[in-house]
């Protein structure tokens, strides 16, 4: 398996008991979002635009939780 980047590790992308394709697309669509919020924290020199990159990595992966929680409530 190839080195996953640091939003599929963030996101989780290797778990999915379930197997459901909907969840590898979920967790992937997320993963592909902290990797561009990830580099532009990466390249910014501002420590506020760091911070604000950093709480919008964090409510990514909440929200990504609770989006895969809803597609596999009925299971």
């Not at 996101?11 to 990797?35: E, H, M, T, W």
């Not at 990466?42 to 506020?48: L, P």
């Amino acid at each position: 398996m190839n080195e996953q980047t640091f939003g599929q590790r963030a996101c989780g992308v290797s778990f999915n008991p379930g197997g459901l394709p909907i969840v590898n697309r979920i967790k992937q669509q997320y993963a592909d979002l902290v990797d561009t919020l990830n580099d532009l924290r990466t390249i910014t020199k501002n420590e506020e635009e760091k911070r604000m990159l950093s709480i919008a990595i964090t409510e990514a992966q909440t929200s990504q939780m609770w989006a895969v929680k809803a597609v596999t409530w009925s299971l």
